[in-house]
């Protein structure tokens, strides 16, 4: 087993910046991929990016990539996502996630509660 639980959301304007935390517990977080995936209101749940356990690799979804970050700590046994320059579109909730490295949401199964991000213009 192994806990998730994100930080870091709010209310921001266009164009400003939010860094997200993943704090995790249980099992050993450095072995894991982690991933941040976002839901819209009315939509799926989107694969946002994904980073490998040691780091090393990083993939991103078209929509955020030059914008958004993901690294991670692995003696903090923590994870991140910097958001620069947000748009309205990026609204959502945000979700951590561990497991292996994968882009589809649903090949995941350790997820966080998930945090709200809302972008207003």
């Known amino acids: 087993q192994v806990q998730l639980v994100e930080s870091g959301g709010g209310l921001v304007q266009a164009g400003g910046s939010l860094r997200l935390s993943c704090a995790a517990s249980?099992?050993?977080?450095?072995?894991?991929?982690m991933a941040w995936l976002r839901q819209a209101p009315g939509k799926e749940r989107e694969f946002v990016a994904v980073?490998?356990?040691?780091?090393?690799?990083?993939r991103y979804a078209e929509s955020v990539k030059g914008r958004f970050t993901i690294s991670r700590d692995n003696a903090k046994n923590t994870g991140y996502l910097q958001m620069n320059s947000l748009n309205r579109e990026d609204t959502a909730v945000y979700y951590c996630?561990?497991?292996?490295?994968?882009?589809?949401?649903?090949?995941?199964?350790?997820w966080g509660q998930g945090t709200q991000v809302t972008v207003s213009s």
């Open positions: 980073i490998s356990s040691s780091g090393g690799n990083i």
């Open positions: 996630a561990v497991g292996n490295y994968y882009t589809d949401p649903t090949a995941y199964v350790y």
């Open positions: 249980g099992r050993t977080f450095s072995s894991l991929a």
